[in-house]
Nanobody, 126 residues
Framework: QVQLVESGGGLVQAGGSLRLSCAASGRTFSSYAIIWFRQAPGKEREFVARITGGGGYTYYADSVKGRFTISRDNDKNTVYLQMSSLKPEDTAVYYC???????????????????WGQGTQVTVSS
């Protein structure tokens, strides 16, 4: 399994940008897909984006497609979520996660996650 730590959250005005980072430990990082989820107050945790271990495939929720970009640098054991054109409805705690098994394509469902980061707060003001 990999251990994950998010950073980069903060307060930003609507229309602004933020870049989140997910730093991982473990020599097998490049074998794991990484998924970003988010959870707003009073709502269920929802899928945002995911990227395969080699970075060749990316998937996005419809709500963020065209505004968010997921990428990874396996030399730095880090996955990034570049968020642009932010909206107040993007306000949430953002979590990065890894599936239970290496070489998995990952899943959009929280119940399939094997490892979670601690989360980072993103607040978008109107």
């Amino acid at each position: 399994q990999v251990q994950l730590v998010e950073s980069g959250g903060g307060l930003v005005q609507a229309g602004g940008s933020l870049r989140l980072s997910c730093a991982a430990s473990g020599r097998t990082f490049s074998s794991y897909a990484i998924i970003w989820f988010r959870q707003a107050p009073g709502k269920e945790r929802e899928f945002v984006a995911r990227i395969t271990g080699g970075g060749g495939y990316t998937y996005y929720a419809d709500s963020v497609k065209g505004r968010f970009t997921i990428s990874r640098d396996n030399d730095k054991n880090t996955v990034y979520l570049q968020m642009s054109s932010l909206k107040p409805e993007d306000t949430a705690v953002y979590y990065c996660a890894a599936p239970r098994s290496a070489y998995s394509l990952g899943s959009n469902y929280p119940e399939d996650v094997g490892s979670w980061g601690q989360g980072t707060q993103v607040t978008v003001s109107s």
